[in-house]
């Protein structure tokens, strides 16, 4: 194959969204466990793993075959032995930041989740969470986003930042859809200031959840007067969150918005997916670094990975 034909002519960015999960062997459930299913710790000798890549331009790269990979499973090499283009719905979450400090920036916000929902299939899902001085799931699971788009219209700026608390309530409104593809996107423009759950409550949820984060901020820049602490440590956070994840935080200018929005729906739909049984098969609900390596065609400019960064194994 020619190298060119591998690299997207889309001006898209390249899709960062990449999840590990575990596949279950097709065995019977057992009797009244009383335990929900996960998508991490489950019985599976199954790894998959969606990969994203991108050329220097930041445009998805397709038409890979499995040999340009390799996946390490906590330094270990691994034999692929599935590999494909992930092609399914997805539920996402939009936590979306109504606090008082977003004011002007509330009308591109809108803008924004519009241009995300352009990018929709029929068979996706979606939900919003608006958060202020508490987070609120204002539309549940919902296949009709011009429902979220309506209630947008009449939000209004006002009261204090509970971001870590929104994250949680996102995360838990997930566990309701039976997508195997769950994303939140977080639309915010500073750090937290009224939330319950703290920094480490959150870091450890989404390590354990299999959701991908992708977070688009709106700061004040860095020597601004009135910054607070925690408006200063909201980039960081979001930035450590998403890359967990193998989603991105992207720091923007209100202007920035829609576009970035748009071209995150496009990264949703972009990933390749390497599957392989794990060496070390020890039911010890450790969690295991993954490592994904590129070996591109010769002729190609240098390719970058995105994916996420671990997964628990199962545990008796």
Same mark, same amino acid.
């Given at each position: 194959?020619?190298?060119?034909?591998?690299?997207?002519?889309?001006?898209?960015?390249?899709?960062?969204?990449?999840?590990?999960?575990?596949?279950?062997?097709?065995?019977?459930?057992?009797?009244?466990?009383?335990? !929900?299913?996960?998508?991490?710790?489950?019985?599976?000798?199954?790894?998959?793993?969606?990969?994203?890549?991108?050329?220097?331009?930041?445009?998805?790269?397709?038409?890979?075959?499995?040999?340009?990979?390799? /996946?390490?499973?906590?330094?270990?090499?691994?034999?692929?032995?599935?590999?494909?283009?992930?092609?399914?719905?997805?539920?996402?979450?939009?936590?979306?930041?109504?606090?008082? #400090?977003?004011?002007?920036?509330?009308?591109?916000?809108?803008?924004?989740?519009?241009?995300?929902?352009?990018?929709?299939?029929?068979?996706?899902?979606?939900? @919003? /969470?608006?958060?202020?001085?508490?987070?609120?799931?204002?539309?549940? @699971?919902?296949?009709?986003?011009?429902?979220?788009?309506?209630?947008?219209?009449?939000?209004? #700026?006002?009261?204090?930042?509970?971001?870590?608390?929104?994250?949680?309530?996102?995360?838990?409104?997930?566990?309701?859809?039976?997508?195997?593809?769950?994303?939140?996107?977080?639309?915010?423009?500073?750090?937290?200031?009224?939330?319950?759950?703290?920094?480490?409550?959150?870091?450890?949820?989404?390590?354990?959840?299999? /959701?991908?984060?992708?977070?688009?901020?709106?700061?004040?820049?860095?020597?601004?007067?009135?910054?607070?602490?925690?408006?200063?440590?909201?980039?960081?956070?979001?930035?450590?969150?998403?890359?967990?994840?193998?989603?991105?935080?992207?720091?923007?200018?209100?202007?920035?918005?829609?576009?970035?929005?748009?071209?995150?729906?496009?990264?949703?739909?972009?990933?390749?997916? @390497?599957?392989?049984? !794990?060496?070390?098969?020890?039911?010890?609900?450790?969690?295991?670094?993954?490592?994904?390596? @590129?070996?591109?065609?010769?002729?190609?400019?240098?390719?970058?990975?995105?994916?996420?960064?671990?997964?628990?194994?199962?545990?008796?």
């Amino acid at each position: 194959m020619a190298a060119g034909a591998l690299l997207a002519g889309a001006a898209a960015l390249c899709g960062l969204y990449a999840q590990v999960s575990v596949v279950p062997r097709p065995t019977p459930p057992p009797p009244d466990s009383g335990r !929900p299913p996960t998508n991490l710790r489950v019985d599976s000798r199954l790894v998959l793993v969606p990969v994203s890549v991108c050329d220097p331009q930041n445009r998805p790269v397709t038409g890979l075959e499995k040999e340009h990979f390799k /996946v390490f499973d906590d330094k270990v090499e691994q034999t692929v032995t599935q590999f494909g283009m992930e092609d399914e719905p997805v539920a996402v979450g939009l936590v979306f930041d109504i606090s008082g #400090s977003m004011g002007d920036k509330l009308r591109l916000s809108r803008m924004a989740a519009a241009k995300f929902f352009d990018t929709a299939n029929p068979d996706d899902e979606f939900f @919003l /969470v608006e958060f202020n001085d508490q987070p609120k799931v204002v539309v549940p @699971l919902t296949r009709d986003f011009e429902e979220i788009q309506n209630q947008l219209t009449f939000a209004q #700026s006002k009261g204090r930042t509970a971001l870590l608390d929104a994250i949680f309530l996102g995360l838990h409104e997930l566990k309701r859809s039976k997508k195997n593809r769950k994303a939140l996107l977080i639309i915010s423009d500073g750090g937290d200031n009224a939330s319950r759950y703290t920094e480490t409550e959150i870091r450890n949820s989404v390590r354990e959840s299999d /959701v991908l984060i992708y977070a688009m901020g709106v700061y004040e820049s860095p020597g601004a007067r009135g910054r607070s602490p925690e408006e200063a440590g909201g980039p960081g956070l979001l930035t450590e969150l998403s890359e967990q994840t193998g989603g991105r935080h992207y720091p923007v200018n209100a202007m920035e918005m829609p576009d970035i929005a748009a071209k995150i729906g496009i990264e949703l739909r972009n990933r390749y997916v @390497l599957g392989y049984s !794990p060496t070390d098969q020890q039911r010890d609900g450790r969690y295991h670094h993954v490592l994904v390596k @590129l070996n591109p065609p010769k002729g190609l400019p240098p390719l970058k990975a995105y994916w996420r960064l671990g997964y628990y194994a199962p545990a008796d």
